[in-house]
C-alpha cells in the first residue's frame, strides 16, 4: 500500500530526497514496548492529551518530578523489551549502502534511546549522524523545532529530508518544517494519517520503493527498472505510430503514408570531444539502421559554453556537415546557442529515415530458435573513450604507448551502418540492436525486453580484444558493462545465420555466434560450459565509475 505512485507526490510533483530522519518508537522498534496507555493512567494523563504536553502543564514542581520519573523508568525497562519493526533493518541497511544520511528524532530521553541499540540486530547508533531526543532542550514533536535543528546541523533544505513515523505528531511536526512525510500505518484497523502525509506505508520495507525514487541518480544512462516504469504510462493514442517509447527501442517509427514509414531516433553526444561530430551522426544513425532504415535526414541542437568562438562554432558545424555527407545523410536544420547550462561542446541529434511497412524491424518479431549474432567484439567505444581519456594512467599501470594506439583508434569504427546494411538483404533477420551505454549486458537485456523474449547467452563465445581486458583489468572495470557503440546485435532464423554471417564477414567485420532466443517472457539464461551462471547488470556504465 502507497497511497500515491511512489516517483511523486501529490499533484504529480516530483520530489528529491537528501536524508531520512526516523521517529523511534513504534516506526525502527515495534509497537508494544511502552505501554502508553498504563503510563498515562498513573500520573494521571487526561484523555486527547500528549504526556508530556500533560507534564509541562504541571504547576507544581514536585508533582511533575514524580509523574517524569515514572515516565523516564518506564522507558528504561521498555529498551531491554524493543525489537526492530517490520522492515526497519532493511531500510537501514539500503540508506546505509545508498550513502543516504539518517537521523532520529525522539519524544523520549536519550538513554533509554541509546540502551535499545543492543535489541535493535541490523541497526546500529553509528548508523545515525544525528540523534535529537527531549532532554536537549528542542521543543518536542509536534512542534518542528527537532526536525529544522536536524536540517539545519545537517546543512540541508527541509524539503530534501524525508520524515518517517507512526503517530500524527510526526506527520504534523514534518508539514510544519516543510519536510516530505511518510505516515508508517503499523495498524491497518486505525485510520492513522492517510491525508496528511505524503507517503503511507504498511511496513518499512515497503519504504525503500518510495525513497529510490528521490534518490539522486548515477551519471549516464537512465537505469532500466526506471526507464521502463516511467515509460509505462506512455501508450500511443495515435495509431499512426507503429513503434512507440519503449525500453529498448531506441527509434520510434510512424507510418505515414500507406508502406511508408519515417523512423526517427534522438541521442546526445556528452563524451568524446574531440570527435563530436562524427559520434553525433554515427550514434543517431545505428539508431535508425536497427530499424532496418536508411538514414536520411539529421537536425541538431548545439549548445556551447560560454566563451565559445564564431571560429569553433562554425567548425562544428562543418564537422557535421562533413559527416552526414560521407553517410548520405542531409543535414537540413536544428538550433545552435551558448549557455552556461554547458561546460564543453553538448550536440543533441535527431536522425529521421524512410522505409517500407513490409521491411520495418521491430524487435517483436523475434522468434524461438533464432540465432543471436553480435558484430566486432565487447567495448569497441569504451576502450577507444578510456585509451583517449586516460591514457596518462594508463601509461602508468603499465600499458603501452603502442597499446594505447590501437585501443585509440577503434574510435575509428562505432559506425554499425555497414553490418547493418549486410544484414538487412536478408528476409531471416528479425530484430537489431546496437550497443551503447552499459556494454554489451545492458544491450542483451534491453533486447530480450523489447522483443518480449528470454535470451540464452554462451559467456564463452562472447569475443573481447586482448587490450580491451587489459585496459579493464588495470582500470577495475568489467567489459560487458563498458560502452559499446561500434557493435550490433542480430537476430535471425537459424537457417539464414550462416549467410548473414559470411556477408558481414565479406566486409571484412567481424562476427560471432553468441547466443538464441528463447521462449516468450523476461530474462537472460547465461551459460559458461556446461554450467549456468548469472548475467551481468549495471547501474551505470563502466566508464561513469572512474574519478568516483
Known sequence: MISRPPYFLAGGRPFRLSAVVFDFDGTLTAPGALDFEAIRSAVGCPSGIGLLEHLESLDDAEERARKEAVLEAAEIAAA????????????????RSSRVPMAIISRNRREPVERSFAFLPGIEQSDFVLIVTRDQGLSPKPLPDGVLHVAATMGLDPAEVLLIGDHAYDIEAGRRAGTLTMYLHNDPQEPGELDQADFVVPELRTAIEVIRYGLPLPTGKLPGMLLEESLGGLDASDPSVIVGARLGEDAAAVEVAEDAIVVLASDPITLAADAVARYAVSVNANDIATSGALPRWFLTTLLFPPGSSGSEVAGLIRDLHMNCRRE??????????????????????????????????????????????????????????????????????????????????????????????????????????????????????????????????????????????????????????????????????????????????????????????LEEGRGVEAWRGDELVGWPYFERDEVSRLGH
Do not use: W
Not at 483 to 505: H, K, N, P, R, W
Open 80 to 95: 531491554e523489551r524493543v525489537f526492530p519493526n517490520e522492515g526497519a533493518a532493511e531500510l537501514v541497511s539500503f540508506l
Open 328 to 517: 548520405g545523410i542531409e543535414l537540413c536544420g536544428g538550433h545552435t546557442e551558448i549557455t552556461d547550462a554547458v561546460s564543453r561542446p553538448l550536440v543533441v541529434g535527431t536522425m529521421a529515415g524512410t522505409v517500407p511497412r513490409s521491411r520495418l524491424l521491430d524487435k517483436r518479431g523475434m522468434r524461438e530458435g533464432d540465432r543471436i549474432l553480435f558484430t566486432k567484439r565487447v567495448a569497441v567505444e569504451g576502450t577507444g573513450l578510456l585509451a583517449r581519456e586516460y591514457a596518462g594512467r594508463l601509461l602508468e599501470a603499465g600499458l603501452t604507448a603502442k597499446e594505447i594506439e590501437v585501443c585509440s583508434d577503434l574510435l575509428e569504427h562505432i559506425s554499425i551502418l555497414p553490418e547493418a546494411r549486410a544484414a538487412l538483404v536478408f528476409n531471416g533477420v528479425t530484430a537489431l540492436h546496437d550497443v551503447t551505454e552499459g556494454g554489451l549486458a545492458t544491450a542483451v537485456t534491453e533486447l530480450g525486453a523489447a522483443g518480449e523474449r528470454r535470451l540464452r547467452l554462451d559467456m564463452d563465445r562472447i569475443p573481447v580484444y586482448p587490450e580491451t581486458e587489459r585496459v579493464c583489468r588495470l582500470l577495475g572495470l568489467d567489459p560487458l558493462g563498458l560502452i559499446g557503440s561500434g557493435s550490433l546485435l542480430i537476430t535471425c532464423s537459424s537457417a539464414q545465420a550462416d549467410d548473414v554471417v559470411a556477408a558481414i564477414e565479406a566486409k571484412d567485420i567481424e562476427v560471432a555466434f553468441i547466443g538464441e532466443v
